[in-house]
């Protein structure tokens, strides 16, 4: 174990003045990373607004969920410990004997990187699954990630449930609390509701009651004499039951949603890594599983719930309702693809409806540079002269000057925390920046 050193303490004083916090605040983190391999943290500290979440690269959650300023303040700070963990300066620690019963143990991924604090004892995951990439604890939650296998195991409470991971390559779970209890994860596309998932039913289940004995044939009664029966007339067999619609079949859809008796309706759209394009932050992410489509909320709670056709029937109206207030009832109507609006070049579409919302134009410092509408007959609203026009081609977006020469060019997408960023660069600098952000 290390503990640090005169000089360490001293680059911890300047750590502290820097982000404008206490030294007993910066050593709480530091011990946070430290018991989470330096690349994350689960702290709880006044001065960062009680119990938080850090990870590397990735997610900063603290109990105000709207104080961006302090989250900033946490995810910077953290950075800095986290390379002074990682990175140490020369002589800042020195090597002290190991403390007896060490009340943590940390746990490695397959790639060789710190991940999370173990919890000992025999492998508490279905046995079949191997040995994980990753797994941590929080609490009553505690869980396991196989990238080989595409598997999530999740343990809450004792009860243990397998998810199917598809394409997501998960770096962190956590249990967010608010109106109940929101267990969210970290992919290359943000962070997920968990329950986004499909639960994988593979038998992984614990093994029922042993069968009762059965009588030995020495001691068992002799059987009676067998008078066969009239076979009854075999019962009709009952019609096939229609599956409901496939996940698969809600990707890149448009739909009409809006809370029932209004007029105010709102454009969403279905992208195929469940987020939703267009909503407020009541609509952030999707998923349809056993006959139900279910949308989520920013913080991953299930916020209206609607009944799905069996597949084949037809229905122009889908009905919902919020499952925390069942008095609030919702309707979801299909749109006609806007394809054809959406692309006035003629190329195929993005798995974003462009032309709904606003969309904000920023360079690679942050810096706004207008506040764009694009509308459907290919001209821009709000742009500046090099942004005049629009235009989809070869899976990317062209702002063009309005003498049609093509100025910019928008060729990566980013969906996170609900929201598409567009990312490009001017075409007479291309090693300058562009972010195209939906608002």
């Not at 279910?294 to 009944?307: E, P, Q």
């Not at 054809?340 to 540079?369: C, F, K, M, Y």
Request: some cysteine.
């Amino acid at each position: 174990m290390r503990s640090l050193t005169s000089d360490g303490q001293q680059r911890l004083s300047e750590i502290a003045r820097r982000h404008g916090v206490s030294e007993d605040a910066v050593r709480s983190m530091l011990t946070a990373l430290s018991n989470g391999g330096g690349t994350m943290a689960q702290f709880s500290h006044p001065e960062f607004g009680g119990s938080g979440q850090w990870m590397r690269g990735g997610m900063t959650m603290v109990s105000d969920l709207f104080n961006n300023a302090l989250k900033a303040t946490v995810d910077n700070l953290c950075n800095d410990l986290s390379n002074f963990l990682l990175n140490p300066p020369m002589g800042a620690w020195q090597d002290a004997e190991p403390a007896a019963n060490s009340s943590w143990q940390q746990q490695r991924q397959g790639d060789g990187s710190s991940f999370g604090t173990g919890f000992g004892g025999n492998n508490w995951w279905p046995a079949e699954l191997g040995m994980p990439n990753s797994s941590g604890a929080q609490n009553d939650l505690r869980y396991a990630y196989f990238q080989d296998t595409r598997r999530l195991a999740v343990e809450i409470a004792g009860a243990l449930t397998v998810y199917d991971t598809a394409d997501h390559r998960i770096s962190g779970v956590s249990q967010q609390q608010g109106n109940g209890w929101t267990l969210t994860f970290t992919s290359q596309y943000g962070t997920v509701p968990v329950s986004s998932l499909r639960v994988v039913d593979s038998g992984l289940r614990p093994a029922g009651p042993a069968p009762s004995p059965q009588p030995s044939l020495a001691s068992a009664p002799a059987a009676p004499e067998f008078v066969p029966e009239p076979e009854p007339a075999p019962a009709p067999a009952p019609p096939p039951t229609a599956a409901p619609p496939s996940p698969e079949s809600f990707a890149g859809t448009v739909w009409s949603f809006g809370e029932s008796g209004s007029d105010a309706a709102s454009t969403l759209t279905l992208a195929a890594d469940g987020g939703i394009a267009g909503g407020d932050a009541r609509v952030r992410y999707w998923s349809a599983e056993d006959g139900t489509l279910t949308f989520y909320d920013t913080d991953g709670r299930s916020s209206v719930a609607f009944a799905l056709p069996a597949s084949g029937a037809t229905a122009p109206v889908l009905p919902g309702h919020d499952p925390a207030r069942p008095d609030r009832s919702f309707t979801l109507r299909p749109q006609a693809q806007q394809r054809d609006a959406e692309a006035p070049s003629g190329e195929a579409a993005l798995p974003v409806t462009l032309t709904v919302g606003d969309w904000t134009l920023e360079d690679n410092g942050g810096n706004r540079l207008g506040v764009l509408r694009l509308l459907a007959d290919g001209r821009v609203e709000g742009g500046r002269g090099s942004e005049a026009k629009w235009r989809i081609k070869d899976h990317g977006v062209d702002f063009l000057h309005g003498s049609g020469r093509p100025t910019s060019r928008f060729d990566t997408l980013q969906f996170r925390a609900g929201r598409w960023t567009l990312i490009g660069a001017p075409l007479n600098n291309e090693s300058a920046a562009l972010f195209l952000k939906q608002s």
